[in-house]
């Protein structure tokens, strides 16, 4: 049942219409439909009504606008309306448009991907990148980042973070952070009983020594870093750990408030519910740094830990698969001392993201259709 209002504008209710009867199974909506997805249908839908066979006047020449005047070139940019650019499909006739905005041409991209997509392209890889392992990026992935209903793939954040990690800016840093991704909790078991995680090996010692190793084509030592930052997942949900070395200090950033009700948290204070996790993470963390510096001899689990009041926070179980793209902002906006506000919108977060990973220099693919490469290259720009 449909309980709470979806429209929000005032100009697209047959736009709304439509979805409805084609999602509607006789008891309820097969699919959830939001208002960024009918945004993009918006633009869509011209190109399925002349696609269609019904359309009994496609591909028949159109005498009318023969005898009109042709399109005229204003400051080298042609006018043209969103049939043309949907069906063009052109890289050349892309790169003719003048964006009005970064929000413009985002959406764009967006809409482009769903249009293109289909099941001969959807396992295609669009994003790669080999060092320090291996990570590609379907098609299928990214049109799940812009799924309002899929919580963050693994694959998709770390990707996001080693391009943050291996970015020139974050190189010139005057402050060195070692940016770490949830590898480290994929190799540790988080939240696995410790009897079913396996014995500890050589093979294991290995691949936790090299979670605090640098980044390629970057020069320094773990022991000097001033900050290491440090996301945690478990069951669904991103938290992220920011040590900071010098002070002996750990920033928990948790992106979803707490259940007032929970019964676990009923009189204790509310960060009882980071004991465990941070004490499984500590021990870790610890194994990890002693591998890597050998002078290594603190125990993080003592060291201060701050609840900053600044984070960005979401509550509601709609929105807990924003927790990763909450998490990624922490982790790519943190100055060493406090978070700006980051948007709780969901198309937004996913949108800016997407933009984050299509934009790296560091993808190695190649898979990209041209007026897509040519879109992504004017947003490098913007």
């Not at 640098?214 to 320094?220: A, V």
Request: with cysteine; hydrophobic share 35%.
């Amino acid at each position: 049942m449909i309980t709470e209002q979806m429209q929000k504008d005032v100009c697209s209710c047959g736009l709304w219409m439509i979805n409805y009867m084609e999602y509607w199974t006789g008891t309820n909506l097969s699919d959830h439909v939001t208002h960024e997805d009918i945004s993009n249908f918006r633009f869509k839908l011209p190109a399925i009504l002349y696609n269609s066979p019904l359309n009994e006047a496609r591909g028949l020449p159109d005498n009318e606008q023969q005898n009109q005047t042709p399109v005229h070139l204003v400051d080298d940019v042609v006018e043209l309306d969103e049939m043309d650019i949907l069906m063009s499909g052109s890289a050349k006739l892309i790169s003719t448009i003048k964006w009005t905005s970064k929000e413009e041409l985002l959406s764009w991209i967006c809409s482009t991907i769903r249009c293109t997509a289909d099941d001969g392209t959807l396992d295609k890889g669009w994003v790669r990148s080999i060092r320090p392992y291996p990570i590609t990026l379907s098609l299928r992935k990214i049109i799940n980042i812009l799924r309002e209903d899929t919580e963050m793939e693994h694959e998709s954040f770390n990707m996001a973070i080693r391009m943050v990690a291996c970015n020139k800016e974050m190189m010139l840093h005057k402050q060195k952070y070692h940016f770490m991704d949830v590898k480290f909790a994929e190799i540790t078991g988080f939240g696995r009983d410790p009897r079913c995680t396996g014995g500890i090996d050589k093979v294991y010692y290995n691949k936790l020594k090299k979670v605090l190793e640098c980044w390629p084509d970057m020069h320094y030592k773990i022991q000097d870093c001033s900050q290491i930052l440090l996301p945690y997942y478990q069951n669904g949900l991103y938290i992220s750990f920011i040590l900071d070395m010098q002070n002996k200090t750990v920033h928990i950033m948790d992106p979803l408030e707490p259940l007032p009700d929970h019964a676990c948290l009923k009189g204790y204070h509310q960060e009882m519910a980071y004991i465990p996790t941070f004490h499984t993470n500590a021990r870790m963390f610890n194994l990890a740094m002693a591998l890597s510096n050998s002078r290594w001899s603190e125990n993080i689990y003592y060291w201060e830990r701050k609840y900053p009041k600044y984070v960005t926070k979401v509550s509601g179980h709609k929105y807990w698969k924003l927790g990763g793209f909450l998490v990624y902002n922490f982790m790519k906006s943190w100055d060493g001392v406090r978070l700006p506000q980051i948007t709780t919108l969901s198309s937004t977060l996913r949108k800016e993201f997407l933009a984050d990973i299509l934009t790296s220099p560091a993808n190695e693919c190649f898979n990209i259709p041209e007026d897509v490469q040519q879109m992504i290259k004017d947003l490098r720009q913007m």
